[in-house]
Structures are given as structure tokens and as C-alpha cells.
């Protein structure tokens, strides 16, 4: 093999085609001593390189690594370098694995589709400069248990996690980076340590830098722009450093510290934030130094809780909300800092915060300076004028002591309370009146606003006021008008003056809950203040309290909320819905929710009489009319529709109505002319049959032609004896069933939900797509996509995270096929830490049943491995009730899928290379790893390159020449299946590799 001498360091030279070089860089690996130069020549190698000595890996041209699973480069040597090489992964944990030891990596490209693209491990360290690093899948670096990441001038773009993590004591640092079209920037977590120079961040889908669990990150000279959530998070005392940089164009605020976090910034510019430009809130504190905060879209600086925030020479400008903003018990000393054009007032304390103002300027605001409640604190040598409205208000009882300017009006007088509006507090009980059904729940409505009204009566008449809880309970089955009904009292509230606009903010866990510590706090505030002064309305509340293993985040909601509604308890009403039972295992979950929420109101099922009512009312407001007939025949559906967990009680009434209006539209689209009275008539015909949950949710018209041209395509698949049969099988039952359920019979209960069992290359995804065509030309699925996932698209980073990514995969595949490829690796992560895997699992087993009629889940894997896959949760196996097993191609069949790609490609086989082929097949051995499908495309790949091989000498070749393969240009039996990678490899000028996943979905195969 070669080997050049150069003083004590030998060259080896790594090539697929040319002579006296090693074929896979593994070997030359093997072969090299300390210290070896491994020159690797142009061309595509599939493997996973593993360095275990001290080499340096350098590209001689365009170089390409390629693997599955196994990381691509791993390093368990003492030192190591690579240049130039371009990586390429997908599945497994990780892309690139630093073991141990010392890696650098110069001018390098990484593409991967893993969990991580880069993990550096304890005690190992990782130098990467000028090199771009891209994972859709997941997180790109990753660094703990104290190792180190110094990345240069690097470019991380399209990672579909955080682009750097630092957790248990990693310490990753960027100079002059680029982090672009990414989930997250930096995560700093349990110990972690970052520091950030001179970077570019722009384009991140969530929180873009963030600080938590006592980690330390400390960024200069760097521009954040284009945040779509807040740009900065600091958090569990962590400590935050922001010195000479610039933060813009963000979707929420920019700079958030809450628990005990610390955070400093130094001559930092915020510019355009859509919420405040800082806020601090729990017992954390910031420090702001010579600072410039312009046009942020809500109060500029925010402290809240008992944070405490010192501003020192900043100027704050075009805010559209306050500049300086202290609530609850927070501390606020603010020196030498100019306020200027800020919508509300320019600096204001309420509660029983303390503001301090030293020097500066207050100009231009709707107010200057301000105390509220039993605010605290004073002002000094601060000039406040020029403001629209009162250059200094104290509306307080505390003492304030004041310099007051010679321009300075008389504090203005705290404004009246609200009054009652008698004549929209009737119309609003009329209203409520009106709904149909809900007859207990007018009664408990009306109870309170008598109630209400009874106190204000003993205030008239100097009694104390009788004890009101006004935050409730709504439990019931959905769609029984919670939403409404609560929309209504906040109104009638309003109307009687007990809250000042009565405004509904709706939310459910979604959007309370984050994903990163810290963030759960500062969302659930920030929807609770939106609904100050209204009514915060939490849809499916009990989900807060069933987070389940891990840091829970929604009982860390509940906390939050809990604090809230004491510090605000005048200015909002809470009110949580959701199903009776769950509803008791939500007030348990803190013992302050209890005492809070003492009064429940119980929201029933709809009657049968009642959803016609409720039909009836829809017809009205659409200009459609029931005809006797067709109300009886409705009432009796609405009998004996099935009660089950999908019921939506109002909901199915408005969907059995639509269902209705589009029948009539089928029925009447042949009619000409249509009279205007056949146009509003809803007949008993145009009502469909009760739902059958065994048939599908899809479009329900059969294209028998489309149906007929797919089991032709099916039946013309090489091989698959057992899966045609099981597949036309399946086919049938579900074409009796709609039959059956046309003629009234009753449907059989059918599992749609299949296994497909069998090793790699055997056509699973080409069926599994022909499967979703055949059932949305059946219509049982709406459209019958196939949407491919793997355990990387499914599983998280942390907890919580794979629920959310599970279920945004599940919501692509609604109306077709979701297909887990490996799904056995979900049930293989039982080792140490949390099993994210059995997470999506559970997810999923949960998710088949509340949409068994919008997705069918097709899982994939080997035979023996999915039998595991099986027992990893006891709803499993009922719901995968038909397992499709995939056997081994026999030599004839392969040899079958080798000519009918040679035809497509422009190639022919001769009788004698056809035997060839099939003497080969019948020598290969055959373990668990044998690629069958993609084997055969790896032999047609080698054969095509020894056919160019022997052809390129010919000075006239012939046509046939050009396209007959002889039996000399078909390779013997690989050995193994990393020889037969390798084979693949190699191919000839011109013609491109086929990867597993391409040749998997081969129209032959």
C-alpha cells in the first residue's frame, strides 16, 4: 500500500480506484504509526472512521465520508487531525464523537441528520476552525462533563436543536462564528461555561442564548437578530455577561433573567423588540451599564418579584410602553439615565416596589415619574419635562421623598373606580339566557353576579363584603361552551365594575409550558399579564399537572400561577376547564390551588333534543332550513351516536351540520335548474351514516380504477410473495367493511396499524407507500401521504422535548402514513438517564388513539428487534394487530432487480452475465446486516465501474461495447458487508453511488 517516507512521519495514500492505495481510510488507519500523514484522494467513502492513533487526515480534493448510525469520525486517540474532509450521517446520538483526547478540525463540512452533530465528551477537547457544521435533526455541538469546544470563524446553519450546548462543566467557545437558521444559538446548563466573540446570530426559531442551572456565559462583541422567541434567557442562578453587543428584531424580549439568576450588560444597544428589551423577575438581578434601548414594543425595563435592577448611563427611547417599570417587590435604583418618548410613563413603580432615580432625564412621555399603591423610593437631581401628561404622579400611600422641578404640576388624584353598567350587565344575562341547554350553569352564573351585586350593596351600607372566590372551576366534556360562557363573565364582570375590561385570554399548556427551565415562569406571567384586568381562560388545565419523569414544567406553571393570582388577585379572574375527573388531580397538584378555586360548575353533555336545537340555530344563521322528517331522523342519530372520548357535544353537532351542507351540494350538483327552495331544504338523505372508526376518516368515495393500478404496481414488485397476499388482504377487509356499513351492518373492528418485519433493502418503505395510496383511494385516508420518521425525528434532547417532536411528526403525517423506520431503537435506550425513547413511544400510543381514524402507523425493523419494540408499552400490541413480514430476496429475485436497473440505466446482460449474477448471489453470505435490495444496486455499482474499467482503453467502441455487462464485469462475492460498502463506493466516472435509503425505495424493489 502506499507509503511515502517523509523524515520520521509516513504519507499513506487512501483511494477507491487507483493502484497501491488503501481502500477505506479505516485500513489505512490500521496501517499508520503516530504521527502519519493519511492522504485521502477524491472520491465518496462510505464508513465510519474511528482514529485511534495520533494521524492527520488531509483531503487531496473533493472527499466525502458517509455513514448510518455509528458516527462517521470518532476519537479515542491522544490527538488527532482532519482537514478539508466533508462528513456526512444520519441516525444514531451522534455525527462526530470526541471520545477522548485532542481533535482539530480545519476547513471540514458536516451534514448531519442525528441527535447531535457533535459531542465532546469529559477531558477530550475539540478545535474546529473555518468549518460548516448543518443538522435539520437535532443539536450541532455538544459539550460536557468539562470538556472544551473552541470553534473559529465556523459557520452552524439549519440545526433543528441548539447549536452549541455546554452542560455538567462543558466549555465551548465561539470567535468570529456564524450561527444562523437554527432552533437555539447557545445553552449554558448545569455548570456549563460559554463564551461567545465577535459572533453573528441571526434566524433562531426559539430562545437564542440561554443560561441555566447555574452556568456562566459570557458574550462580547456579537450581533443577535431575528429571534422568533426571546433572545437572551438567564436563569437558576446562573450568570450572564453582555459586554459591546447589539440585540435586534426579536419576537418576544430581548434580554429575560429570572430565579436567582445575575446578568450584566455593558454598552449593550436593543433595538426593536417586540416585548420588553429586559425583564427581571423572581429574586434575580441585572446590572446595566451605558446601555441603549430603543423602540421596544412593550415597557422597556421590567423587574419584578423582588429582582433587583441598577441602571447606570443608559438611555432608553420610543418605547411603547413604560421605560422603567418596578411591580410587586422589586428594587430599581436607576443613575445618570435618560428617558425620552415613551408611550406610558417614563418611569413608574407600583405595588410595593421601590424605584430610585439619580440624575438623568425624563422627557417626553405620557408621564414623567410615578408611585402607585405603596410603591417606595425618590428622586434626586433628575429633570423631568416636557412630558404629555404629569411630569411627576404620586398616587401612593408610602412617603416619596421628592426634588421636585419648578415646572412640576401637582400630583394628580387616583382616578374613581369603575361603576357598574346596568344596562349591558342585562343584555349580557340575556345573552347568557340564550345559550341552548347549560341550564346549571346559568344558574351558578346568575348566583355570583347576585352575589356580587350584594356586596356592593353592604359596601353602600358600610358592611364588610361577603367572602367571593371569583376564580372557577369549568368542568365538563368538551364542547359544552365553556369557552362562551366564560367570555360572558368576564363581560358581565366588567359590567358590574368588578373588573376594569373583562377581556378573555385564552391558553392551554402549550402556551404556559416551556421547554427550558425558567422559560415556564416567564411565559406563564406573560400570558397572565394579558389577561390583567380581564379573565385568564386555561383550556385542559388538569395537563399541567401530568408532566409525567423529569423537571416538571407544568406543575412549575402552576406554581407560577398560583403566586399570581395572590400578587393580582383584584385585577384578574382565573378560570380553569377541563374533564371532571382530571379536573380533581389538577387542584391537587398544590395546595393553593384548592383554596383558590373553591367553586366548580359542572358543564353536562348536550341532549339529543339540545344538539338538534343546536343544529336548528346554525341552519338559521346559514340560511338552511330542517324539514320534519329530517329533524326526527337527526335526533335519532344524535341517539344513537356513540358517546366516546372523541364526542364534542357542540363541536359534533356544528360538524354533523357541515357534513349535511356538503351531501346536499353532492346531491344537487347534477340539478338544473336548482330552486331556490331545493337550495335551503336539508333532507334525511343528506345525513350520513354514523361514524364507523374500523373504515377511516378519508373522503370516503372509492376510486376503483386508482385502487386496481395499485395492487397492479404491488403485484409487479420483484419477490414479496407473503406481502402482496397480506397487503390485498387487508385491502379486502377494509373495501367488506364500507360495504357493510353502506348496507347498515354493523363494521367490524380493523386494525390499521401494521408491522413490517424483515431485514433492510426488502422494499418496506416502496410498500408502505403504495399501502397510503391504496387507502386514500379507498377513502380511508384523506390523502395518503407517507411521511418518514426515524428515533432522531422522534426523540428529543431533553425532557419534554420528544413529546413535542413526536407529535409534530405524528401532525405531518395526518391523513396518511406515518412510517418508523428502526423502530425497535425507540425500546433500545433503557440505559442510564432518562429513556426518551420509551417517551415517544408513550406519546404515540396515546396519539394512535385519540386520531385512529386520520393516521395509520407503519412500524419498521427487524424481525427479532421488533418483537421488542413490541412489549416497550402494553397498548403496543393491540394496536399493531397485522404484522407483514419481508423475507430475504432469493438469488433469482435479485437477479431480477439487477437487470431491470441495468435497463433503466441503458445497460444490457447477456445470458452468461445473467448466470454470472446469479452464481454471485448464490456465494454471498447472508448475516443480519445483508442489504438484499441495496446489495443488488451495490453489484450493479461495481459492475458498471469494472465495465468502465475494461471499456475505457477501446479507441472505437462499439454500441455494444457501451452497453452489454459481461460475466467478467460481475465482482465476486463480497466477504462482508463493509467490503460491499466500500464496492458500492467505488463507482465508475459518471455514475452516481445509490445510498441505502435511494436504493430502498427503487421502483423495482
Known amino acids: 500500500m502506499a507509503s511515502r517516507l517523509t523524515g520520521t512521519r509516513s504519507v499513506l495514500g487512501v483511494s477507491p480506484t487507483e493502484p497501491d492505495c488503501f481502500r477505506t481510510i479505516n485500513d489505512a488507519i490500521a496501517a499508520a504509526r503516530p504521527g502519519d500523514v493519511i492522504s485521502v484522494w477524491p472520491g465518496v467513502y462510505q464508513e465510519s472512521v474511528v482514529i485511534d492513533r495520533e494521524v492527520t487526515l488531509s483531503a487531496a480534493g473533493e472527499v466525502r465520508v458517509e455513514a448510518a448510525g455509528a458516527p462517521v469520525l470518532q476519537l479515542t486517540a491522544e490527538h488527532a487531525e482532519v482537514c478539508g474532509i466533508a462528513f456526512a450521517h444520519r441516525g444514531g446520538e451522534a455525527a462526530v464523537d470526541v471520545v477522548a483526547g485532542s481533535l482539530r478540525m480545519d476547513e471540514c463540512a458536516l451534514r448531519a441528520d442525528s441527535e447531535v452533530a457533535i459531542v465532546v465528551r469529559g477531558g477530550s477537547d475539540l478545535r474546529a476552525t ?38 455538567t462543566g462543558g466549555a465551548p467557545a465561539l470567535v468570529d462564528c456564524v450561527v444562523t437558521d437554527a432552533r437555539g444559538a447557545v445553552l449554558v446548563a448545569d455548570r456549563g461555561r460559554a463564551t461567545v466573540g465577535n459572533c453573528r446570530v441571526e434566524r433562531i426559531g426559539g430562545t ?94 421590567v423587574a419584578a418579584g423582588t429582582a433587583t435592577v441598577r441602571l447606570s448611563g443608559c438611555a432608553i427611547t420610543s418605547g411603547a410602553g413604560a421605560g422603567v417599570l418596578a411591580e410587586g417587590q422589586a428594587d430599581v435604583r436607576v ?15 407600583r405595588g410595593a416596589a421601590r424605584l430610585t432615580v439619580d440624575g438623568g432625564e425624563v422627557r417626553e412621555c405620557a408621564t414623567g415619574v410615578a408611585w402607585h399603591d405603596k410603591a417606595g423610593g425618590g428622586i434626586t437631581g433628575c429633570v423631568v419635562k416636557d412630558n404629555r401628561g404629569d411630569d411627576i404622579a404620586m398616587m401612593t400611600s408610602e412617603h416619596v421623598p421628592v426634588e421636585r422641578p419648578d415646572t412640576a404640576p401637582e400630583p394628580t388624584p387616583r382616578p374613581p373606580e369603575d361603576t357598574p353598567d346596568r344596562e349591558g350587565l342585562d343584555a349580557l344575562l340575556a345573552e347568557l339566557a340564550g345559550l341552548v341547554g347549560l341550564d346549571g350553569v346559568k344558574r351558578e352564573v346568575e348566583t355570583l353576579v347576585r352575589l356580587h351585586q350584594m356586596a356592593e350593596r353592604r359596601a353602600a351600607a358600610g358592611l364588610p363584603s361577603p367572602p367571593l372566590s371569583r376564580h372557577l372551576v369549568f368542568a365538563g366534556s368538551p364542547g359544552t361552551g365553556k369557552t362562551t360562557v366564560a367570555r360572558l363573565y368576564g363581560r358581565i364582570l366588567a359590567a358590574l ?48 399537572a401530568s408532566g409525567g419523569t423529569g423537571p416538571d414544567f407544568g406543575r412549575e406553571a402552576i406554581d407560577t400561577l398560583v403566586k399570581l393570582m395572590e ?27 384548592s383554596s383558590r378555586f373553591s367553586r366548580t360548575i359542572e358543564f353536562t353533555d348536550y341532549s339529543s333534543a339540545e344538539l338538534v336545537t343546536i343544529v336548528e340555530g346554525l341552519c338559521r344563521d346559514h340560511h338552511y332550513r330542517l324539514e320534519f322528517e329530517t329533524r326526527s331522523a337527526l335526533h335519532a342519530y344524535f341517539t344513537d351516536l356513540p358517546r366516546d372520548a372523541a364526542f364534542g357535544n357542540g ?51 372509492v376510486d376503483a380504477e386508482r385502487v386496481e393500478q395499485l395492487l397492479g404496481t404491488l403485484r409487479g414488485l420483484v419477490g414479496l410473495d407473503e406481502v402482496k397476499t397480506e397487503v390485498a388482504a387487508m385491502v379486502d377487509l377494509l373495501a367488506s367493511a364500507r360495504r357493510r356499513q353502506a348496507a347498515g351492518l354493523p363494521v367490524p373492528s380493523l386494525g390499521r396499524h401494521l408491522i413490517f418485519a424483515g431485514p433492510p433493502g426488502t422494499g418496506k418503505t416502496t410498500v408502505a407507500r403504495l399501502y397510503g395510496s391504496l387507502l386514500a383511494a379507498m377513502g380511508v385516508l384523506a390523502q395518503g401521504q407517507v411521511t418518514e420518521v426515524s428515533r432522531a425525528d422522534l426523540v428529543g434532547e431533553y425532557v419534554g422535548h420528544t413529546a413535542r417532536r413526536t407529535t409534530e411528526a405524528f401532525d405531518r403525517a395526518r391523513g396518511g402514513v406515518l412510517f418508523i423506520d428502526e423502530a425497535y431503537t425507540l425500546s433500545s435506550g433503557a440505559g442510564s438517564g432518562h429513556d426518551f425513547g420509551r417517551e415517544a413511544i408513550d406519546t404515540l400510543v396515546k396519539l394512535m388513539e385519540d386520531h385512529r381514524d386520520e393516521v395509520v402507523v407503519i412500524a419498521a425493523g427487524y424481525e427479532r428487534e421488533m418483537a421488542g419494540f413490541l412489549a416497550a408499552n402494553p397498548g403496543l400490541s393491540s394496536r399493531f394487530s397485522h404484522r407483514v413480514r419481508f423475507a430475504d430476496y432469493t438469488p433469482d429475485e435479485l437477479v431480477t432487480i439487477v437487470d431491470q436497473h441495468a435497463s433503466s440505466a441503458g445497460y444490457e446482460c447477456t445470458g452468461a452475465t445473467v448466470a454470472a449474477l446469479r452464481a454471485h448471489f448464490v456465494a454471498a453470505p447472508r448475516g443480519d446486516s445483508f442489504g438484499n435490495g441495496r446489495y443488488a444496486r451495490q453489484v450493479l455499482d461495481e459492475a458498471v465501474t469494472r465495465h468502465a474499467r475494461r471499456t475505457r482503453s477501446l479507441v472505437a467502441p462499439t454500441m455494444d461495447d457501451l452497453c452489454v455487462l459481461l460475466p467478467a464485469d460481475i465482482p465476486p462475492p463480497y466477504s462482508s458487508a463493509s467490503q460491499a460498502r466500500a464496492a458500492g463506493s467505488a463507482a465508475a466516472p459518471g455514475i452516481q453511488p445509490m445510498s441505502e435509503n435511494v436504493a430502498s425505495k427503487a421502483p423495482s424493489v
Open 335 to 349: 443613575s445618570a439615565t435618560r428617558v425620552v418618548g415613551a408611550r406610558d410613563t417614563g418611569m413608574v413603580a
Open 130 to 167: 473555518d468549518c460548516e457544521v448543518r443538522n435539520p435533526g437535532g443539536a450541532g455541538v455538544l459539550a460536557f462533563d468539562g470538556a472544551r469546544a473552541d470553534l473559529t470563524t465556523c459557520t452552524l446553519t439549519d440545526i433543528g436543536g441548539t447549536a452549541v450546548v455546554a452542560r
Open 567 to 593: 400578587d393580582h388577585r383584584d385585577d384578574v379572574v382565573v378560570i380553569v376547564a377541563g374533564y371532571t375527573n382530571d379536573m380533581r388531580s389538577f387542584l391537587a397538584a398544590n395546595p393553593g390551588l
Open 497 to 544: 365594575g368588578v373588573l376594569r375590561t373583562g377581556q378573555l385570554v385564552e391558553v392551554a399548556r402549550a402556551d404556559l409550558v416551556a421547554s427550558v427551565i425558567g422559560g415556564t415562569a416567564l411565559k406563564t406571567t406573560e400570558r397572565f399579564q394579558e389577561a390583567l384586568g380581564g379573565v385568564l381562560f386555561i383550556d385542559e388545565a388538569y395537563t399541567l
Open 208 to 301: 437564542a442564548i440561554v443560561a441555566e442551572e447555574r452556568g456562566e456565559l459570557v458574550a462580547t462583541g456579537t450581533t443577535l437578530s431575528e429571534v422568533d422567541g426571546a433572545a437572551v434567557l438567564c436563569a437558576d442562578g446562573s450568570r450572564l455577561v453582555l459586554r459591546d453587543c447589539r440585540v435586534e428584531r426579536v419576537a418576544a424580549q430581548a434580554v429575560v433573567v429570572v430565579g436567582d439568576g445575575a446578568a450584566e450588560l455593558e454598552r449593550v444597544t436593543v433595538d426593536g423588540a417586540a416585548g420588553h428589551a429586559l425583564h427581571v423577575v423572581d429574586t434575580a438581578t441585572a446590572d446595566l451599564v451605558e446601555c441603549v434601548i430603543t423602540k421596544a414594543g412593550h415597557d422597556s425595563v
Open 651 to 701: 363541536r359534533t353537532a356544528r360538524k354533523v351540520f357541515e357534513e349535511m351542507i356538503g351531501r346536499q351540494a353532492y346531491r344537487l350538483a347534477d340539478e338544473d335548474p336548482v330552486s331556490e327552495v331545493s337550495l335551503t331544504r336539508l333532507l334525511p338523505q343528506d345525513l350520513g351514516p354514523l361514524p364507523g372508526a374500523a373504515v377511516g376518516a378519508g373522503a370516503g368515495r
